[in-house]
């Protein structure tokens, strides 16, 4: 049972301000844990408030707000659960707490009393504070909190508040700071991630360029083969360029309902690493360099069907029957494709993995990767380097609000009583 620390012996007046209720009679004693119990005595109205400074997680250490409790007790106000002489005002007894109230601006404001006040009925029926009940009760939860920012004792009560908080901050503050030295971990990884990377494109720029071959002008036959084996005849394909686009060999093709056309193959950019590895082919040639273009020339019939579409492969092994999958596609209207046929699909996929498979046999590969990647490397660089300052700012962030909740930890820990020792505990019996 909490006992009082300090007492008013006698009675005092608090204002109201209001018509017919200048003032109430009132007593007040201090209660654990920093918490100021008023019993209010007056025309119509008769009760207990409790004052409670409030010391919310992460909030400042030294609290600025309060919450006025109804009824008597120094536990947590409960949900239709009543507690002891709460306030009735006007017949009706007024059941729950205020929202935070700053007690330098608190005014006559219906926001404090909100939802968390109700009139409690038959221990589990909530309704509305009546407008004149809450006018009253307003204006009495004014004047205690005025009071009680007035008292000599305030900022003894606010240090006992904290120092009985003091056990769950601390430990929040450990779970928050346990949660910024990962995330910072995993920042400071990231960070040297990229950093490794903008060494490695930074090389790249300043990596001479190996030569490639020349197109080789005389055609050869590939075979073509489904993805169960089953033949498929032969690709007549001959070279016509060679790097024009960087990293490129743009191919023409022919053969058994194949039409003449052209296809290109290069390495594929789209992965993390600055050196391209993988394959992307797409049917046509580009009408520039830039990899994303969509605009192309001499699109080949398949099964007398022009096709449309790339095809990117992230691995560097393509035989001729795996993988199992292209991307052909035909026109369907403005700015729509929709997929070819299966039996389509079949020798489409057949015609690129013949080709994926003659293209990675090249000498000079690794010399069309990197020139491929010297063509992306400068635009890699500078997204690398607003991610460093990206991840750079949030380090800095990081680490000032790890200095902070570390200092809070030490704060509260500090306000902890000291723990006594087995040893000490001995000697002492």
Excluded at 18 to 39: I, W
Excluded at 125 to 145: K, M, Q
Excluded at 243 to 256: A, F, H, T
Excluded at 258 to 269: C, E, F, K, S, Y
């Amino acid at each position: 049972m909490p006992g009082p620390a300090h007492a008013t012996p006698l009675p005092f007046h608090l204002a109201l301000g209001l018509p017919g209720r200048p003032s109430v009679s009132v007593t007040s004693d201090v209660l654990e844990h920093g918490q100021v119990r008023y019993v209010v005595r007056g025309r119509r109205l008769h009760g207990t408030l409790i004052v409670v400074p409030e010391t919310p997680y992460g909030g400042p250490l030294e609290p600025r707000t309060v919450r006025v409790h109804f009824g008597d007790g120094t536990d947590q106000v409960k949900a239709f659960t009543p507690r002891p002489d709460e306030p009735v005002v006007n017949g009706v007894r007024i059941h729950g707490a205020t929202e935070s109230i700053n007690p330098a601006t608190v005014q006559r404001a219906h926001y404090f009393l909100a939802s968390r006040a109700v009139v409690l009925r038959n221990g589990y029926e909530s309704r509305r504070i009546p407008d004149g009940a809450r006018a009253v009760t307003e204006a009495l939860v004014v004047a205690v909190v005025r009071h009680w920012r007035q008292r000599p004792d305030r900022s003894d009560l606010i240090r006992a508040a904290v120092r009985h908080s003091a056990d769950a901050q601390a430990a929040y503050e450990r779970l928050k700071v346990r949660a910024l030295e990962e995330e910072l971990a995993g920042v400071r990884a990231d960070r040297a991630g990229a950093r490794h990377r903008s060494r490695q494109l930074t090389g790249l720029v300043r990596r001479r360029q190996p030569p490639v071959q020349a197109p080789h002008a005389i055609p050869v036959r590939l075979p073509l083969a489904a993805s169960d084996g089953t033949d498929m005849g032969a690709l007549t394909v001959r070279e016509l360029e060679v790097n024009v686009l960087p990293g490129r060999v743009v191919y023409e093709i022919s053969g058994p309902r194949v039409g003449r056309g052209l296809v290109t193959l290069g390495p594929d950019i789209c992965g993390s690493s600055p050196l391209p590895g993988g394959l992307y082919a797409c049917w046509g040639r580009p009408t520039n360099a830039a990899w994303s273009t969509k605009d192309r020339i001499g699109m080949p019939k398949v099964n007398g069907v022009t096709v449309h579409g790339g095809w990117s492969h992230s691995g560097r092994t393509v035989t001729a029957t795996s993988p199992d999958t292209s991307k052909a596609q035909v026109p369907a209207g403005p700015g729509r494709t929709v997929s070819v046929s299966p039996l389509t699909q079949r020798r489409a996929a057949a015609v690129l993995r013949a080709l994926a498979v003659h293209f990675t046999s090249r000498r000079d590969l690794e010399a069309l990767r990197i020139a491929a990647g010297k063509q992306n490397a400068e635009r890699a660089r500078t997204r690398v380097s607003e991610e460093l300052d990206r991840l750079r700012r949030r380090e800095t962030q990081l680490t000032r609000r790890l200095h902070q909740h570390r200092a809070r930890e030490a704060h509260f820990t500090a306000l902890l009583p000291p723990t006594t020792s087995p040893a000490a505990r001995s000697r002492a019996a």
